[in-house]
């Protein structure tokens, strides 16, 4: 039972809280109206069946008592005002009783009631008969005397008596109404102390779930401050706290997740930073050896330089060399028609051309030995710029 109250939401809770107020009010408001009704209704019988009556066989025994004190002071002294009186407080007494006759009676009030009637009919009529006796100036006898005693008495006896049972009648309504009362208050204390103690019940299970949650979250938070993630929560349950703590676990795991991602990273990059310290140290070392492999091509392109101005120099002679070759040869040419008278002038001219094409030969030799040379340093050139290819190519392909 406990188990399942702990998985119920609050939410649920506070509804099953509501529900049970709205219930027991409900209940305690229909004890409440019915019990005032009952209340009401003795109070509504009290007085129209116990309190009215007694009413009535008040008037009738006020009105008894007139006609007693009149049918005694008849007995001294007859007045016929007497018999006046004793007609109309008769006629109040037969209202009166009739009016009481037409409630509901108990048994032993029916009884009580036909007693009355009949001694109070034998009442009037030994009046009515002594009347006349009174009138006449003679006095009752004795036996008319003692019987409007007895029947006097009877009627004051049942006039009593049915007043004593109205008055118990009423007493035990009064008792009932008490009765109702005391129930109802007992009752009341009994569903409010229910109420109470449901309620106490529940909300001391509210508060324990509460604080018993909120003070492992903040542990595991304490903890998670100080850098342990591996915590893991109790997530057993439905209710609001059980899914804070599985959200709580999964954020802490997420969490866990991303740090060793970041911690194996990490190590990835301080292996790539070594290895790149390396390769730094390595390309520094290649850049002072690249430098002075520059600084040797530097010298060997200067050097190359000269011989490439010394070609040019060749060049620029060998071409004007040429040039009077050709101009030569035009001569020649010019005067080939006068060969035979010319022939040793021409023999002179020869011997230039021979000289020419000696120099040109050996113009042509220098230019062959400048070109070695510049091939040479080109191959240097070549070699150097393939080390530092091949340097720079094995330094990316180790990163």
Not at 14 to 25: E, H, P
Not at 39 to 54: A, D, G
Not at 189 to 217: D, G, H, P, W, Y
Not at 272 to 295: C, G, P, R, Y
């Amino acid at each position: 039972m406990v188990t399942k109250f702990k998985n119920l939401k609050l939410i649920t809770i506070i509804i099953m809280m509501s529900t049970l107020s709205v219930i027991f009010t409900c209940i305690i408001g229909y004890m409440g109206y019915s019990k005032m009704k009952s209340i009401n209704n003795n109070i509504s019988n009290m007085y129209e069946e116990n309190l009215t009556p007694v009413t009535d066989l008040s008037t009738i025994t006020s009105n008894f008592v007139n006609i007693q004190l009149i049918t005694n002071k008849a007995q001294v002294q007859y007045d016929s005002m007497y018999d006046v009186q004793v007609s109309g407080f008769n006629d109040t007494i037969n209202k009166e009783l009739t009016k009481y006759s037409s409630k509901k009676l108990g048994k032993e009030q029916e009884v009580q009631v036909k007693i009355l009637k009949n001694s109070y009919s034998q009442y009037i009529k030994l009046w009515n008969k002594s009347k006349s006796i009174l009138i006449s100036g003679e006095r009752l006898q004795e036996d008319d005397l003692k019987q409007f005693e007895i029947l006097g008495s009877s009627i004051n006896a049942s006039l009593q008596g049915l007043i004593k049972e109205e008055v118990n009648s009423g007493y035990n309504l009064k008792n009932s109404s008490d009765k109702i009362y005391n129930n109802s208050v007992l009752m009341f204390l009994i569903i409010v102390t229910i109420i109470l103690a449901l309620l106490a019940i529940i909300s001391f299970r509210i508060i324990q779930n509460i604080n018993k949650s909120s003070k492992e979250m903040i542990n595991v938070l304490n903890e998670v401050s100080e850098g342990d993630f591996t915590i893991k929560l109790n997530t057993s349950g439905n209710n609001e706290f059980s899914i804070m703590k599985r959200s709580l676990n999964e954020t802490l795991t997420n969490i866990s997740s991303m740090l060793n991602t970041i911690k194996s990273s990490f190590f990835t990059i301080n292996e790539k930073s070594n290895v790149l310290s390396k390769i730094s140290d390595e390309m520094a070392f290649s850049s002072e050896h690249i430098s002075s492999t520059i600084q040797n091509i530097s010298e060997a392109t200067t050097l190359q330089a000269g011989d490439l101005l010394n070609i040019s120099d060749t060049l620029n002679e060998f071409s004007n060399q040429l040039t009077n070759v050709v101009t030569s040869i035009k001569d020649i040419k010019l005067n080939s028609n006068n060969i035979h008278c010319k022939t040793i002038e021409s023999n002179g001219y020869m011997l230039t051309v021979i000289n020419s094409v000696d120099e040109v030969t050996s113009a042509f030799k220098n230019l062959t030995l400048t070109i070695n040379s510049v091939s040479k340093n080109i191959k240097e050139i070549t070699q150097m710029s393939n080390l530092i290819r091949s340097l720079a190519l094995k330094k990316f392909l180790g990163r």
